[in-house]
């Protein structure tokens, strides 16, 4: 476990946590589910490669190009380990909607045909909802979702007294849907977040996985909001694709990961066609080149991946079981702190053992982009919107919520001043009782 000491450790390597922002005030970052903070091991990472061995990859013999194609790789190697692949199963791109789109095209192209299903589930991103829109109109296939628990009348004060309807009406998944499309739909691909950017609730991503597993049903994995927070391992899952994003997890932005299992990539065609993915070309055919290279066409996002190395390093050196054991601390405080706002209406769960560090909400009718406003005059920053989560919100019965996020070098005394804001925004909009 983290103590305090490691924290202020960790703010130390974070150059941006010391600026003031609006009126002079401290920042506090609480939009991590956006994108992270870069500590200072990261940017030095991308500026060495700049100052001292930029050069392109895989193509010279020259030392620069070999000293960058050994960084670029060891990036690779270094994310494998992370979340427990071969390094011939990570594709590099630019983020996660790309990681996710080269499975719609590559994978689904092939795969799904007229009458199949996709399964999606109704609390997931824009990133993994739109390519199979795309890849369904395109096809003839049908989206077909897993609906969330929930009851637009019940108040967060009700779901404490236990009178949520339902189970509480918690956001958490009815996993009878998934059951339900498989026994009546010929059903090819569930593709499912691990953790919700909105509700931050964690989803039962390995019994769905063995939901799907003998049915011969692919599953695809959004972890973008996972993969930061919490030890993942692929194998254990035993999902098909793995998709996320280097700079939600402390490294630059530019860097999407596609994990994918040996035998999918091996029968999958390229998803671009150019240098670097071929073996041979001739005037009327090429043979491609060997994975994971055959996936990634033309030169790649170099000085940033190899900032991402250092990102995992980081990671790694904290712990990722230290990281989720720290946001489970910050989470248990903040809702916590969160009950005592009147008139605050959290929507997610409220076991921290199956949540994250994400809270959205609304404060009485308060619109969101005003709340956020007000906490932005206070130097807090917090998201205000869809979160490109539009279904979600229809479901969710708002046009749009408050979403506070935090990481590793968000503190209980940020949280502190963050209900603060939270109460002169009340008394300003004389709301909440
Ligand atoms: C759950 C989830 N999936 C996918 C994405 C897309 O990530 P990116 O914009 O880095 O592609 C996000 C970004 O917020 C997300 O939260």
Not at 205 to 224: F, Q, Y
Request: proline share 3%; hydrophobic share 40%.
């Amino acid at each position: 476990m983290l103590s305090m000491l490691d924290i202020e450790r960790i703010r130390a390597d974070f150059p941006i946590l010391g600026r003031k922002v609006r009126n002079g005030k401290r920042l506090i970052y609480f939009d991590n589910a956006a994108t992270t903070q870069k500590p200072k091991q990261v940017i030095d990472a991308i500026y060495n490669y700049y100052m001292n061995y930029n050069a392109n990859i895989h193509r010279a013999v020259h030392q620069l190009s070999e000293e960058a194609t050994e960084a670029y790789e060891g990036s690779r190697a270094k994310v494998a380990r992370f979340i427990n692949a071969k390094s011939d199963e990570i594709i590099f791109v630019r983020n996660a909607t790309e990681a996710i789109n080269l499975v719609a095209y590559a994978w689904g192209r092939a795969n799904i045909r007229a009458g199949d299903t996709i399964v999606v589930s109704e609390m997931e991103h824009h990133s993994n909802i739109v390519p199979w829109q795309i890849l369904a109109r395109e096809k003839g296939a049908r989206l077909h979702y897993i609906r969330i628990d929930h009851d637009t009348n019940t108040s967060r004060d009700d779901h404490e007294k236990g009178e949520g309807g339902d189970s509480g009406g918690d956001g958490s998944l009815i996993l009878d849907d998934l059951y339900h499309a498989i026994s009546h739909g010929n059903v090819k691909l569930l593709a499912i977040s691990h953790m919700s950017n909105v509700l931050g609730n964690i989803n039962p991503v390995k019994e769905m996985v063995e939901i799907c597993r003998d049915k011969g049903i692919r599953v695809l994995v959004d972890g973008a909001q996972s993969a930061p927070h919490m030890p993942v391992d692929v194998k254990d899952i035993d999902c098909d694709f793995f998709a996320f994003s280097a700079h939600k997890m402390l490294g630059p932005t530019g860097v999407g990961i596609l994990y994918t299992k040996r035998e999918i990539l091996d029968a999958m065609d390229p998803f671009l066609g150019g240098g670097d993915m071929i073996r041979e070309v001739h005037k009327y055919d090429a043979v491609w080149n060997d994975l994971p290279w055959k996936f990634e066409a033309g030169t790649p996002n170099i000085a940033d991946v190899i900032g991402f190395g250092a990102a995992v390093d980081y990671l790694n050196t904290i712990g990722m079981e230290n990281v989720r054991l720290y946001e489970d601390e910050l989470t248990r405080y903040m809702l916590s702190r969160l009950t005592e706002v009147k008139g605050l209406r959290l929507y997610g769960s409220m076991d921290a053992d199956r949540r994250g560090a994400v809270f959205s909400f609304n404060l009485a009718d308060i619109h969101p982009h005003d709340l956020a406003t007000i906490l932005d005059e206070d130097g807090i920053a917090i998201r205000s919107g869809h979160h490109c989560a539009q279904p979600l919100m229809e479901r969710l019965g708002v046009a749009a919520t408050s979403r506070a996020s935090l990481y590793i070098y968000n503190t209980k005394e940020e949280i502190d001043r963050f209900i603060d804001s939270l109460e002169r925004a009340r008394l300003i909009f004389k709301v909440g009782g």
